[in-house]
Every structure is written in C-alpha cells, then in structure tokens.
Nanobody, 124 residues
C-alpha cells in the first residue's frame, strides 16, 4: 500500500486548506485511514480517522469542530480528504496520512502504512 498526500501549503490564520491522501492498493483491501501531524520538537499526534465505509469518524479535541475527514464517494479512488478550517498557528506541522485494515484507536503505532507527509504552515 502506498499513500500519497497533497494539499499542504502556507495559509494565514483563519484560513482553510484541504489535504488529500490517495492509497494505491495491490489487492482488494479495506482500509481505515487517519491523519496525524507532527510539529517541530513535538511528538506525532492524532488528528482524525475514518472507517472504510466513511460512516464513522473520530477527531482529536484540538481540531474538533474545525476539521472534517471524509472519503471520496467513488471508493475506487481510495482517497481521503482532510478539510481544515479556521486554521491557527498551532496547527503548523507536517501532516501524515496513515492506513490500516484494523486500526481505530488514535495511536500511531496501530497504523501500518504511512505517507511521506505534507507541510502545513499557518502564519499569524
């Protein structure tokens, strides 16, 4: 499984960004997918997760209400989105897409597959 993120960039505080993550699968695999982030000097932290069907989602307290995770309705695209609104300077981090057939707890160790990350920088 290969995960490729896109959509990061520089935005002013209060602005919005949408991150995308596309999974390349070699076989028919149902994946739960999540987003994590890592700011300089800090540990990687959970942001959001979504079930394979897209009917269950989970968010960290720090982004609840400002961030929405969703799956492309065309399951063949194997793409997950992270819509981030009302961005704050403290949201600045490298955002990583992660996937696993069974992971659901907000713990990065549970996820098997990881993307390379995309930088999000929020200026004040």
């Amino acid at each position: 499984v290969e995960l490729v993120e896109s959509g990061g960039g520089l935005v002013q505080a209060g602005g919005s960004l949408r991150l995308s993550c596309t999974a390349s699968l070699r076989s028919r695999t149902t994946l739960r997918m999540g987003w994590f982030r890592q700011a300089p000097g800090k540990e990687r932290e959970f942001v959001a997760a979504i079930s394979w069907r897209g009917d269950n989602t989970k968010y960290s307290d720090s982004v609840q209400g400002r961030v929405t995770i969703s799956r492309d309705p065309d399951f063949a695209k194997n793409t997950v989105y992270l819509q981030m609104n009302s961005l704050k300077p403290e949201d600045t981090a490298v955002y990583y897409c992660a996937a696993d057939p069974r992971a659901w707890e907000p713990v990065d160790a549970q996820y098997t597959y990881w993307g390379q990350g995309t930088q999000v920088t929020v200026s004040s």
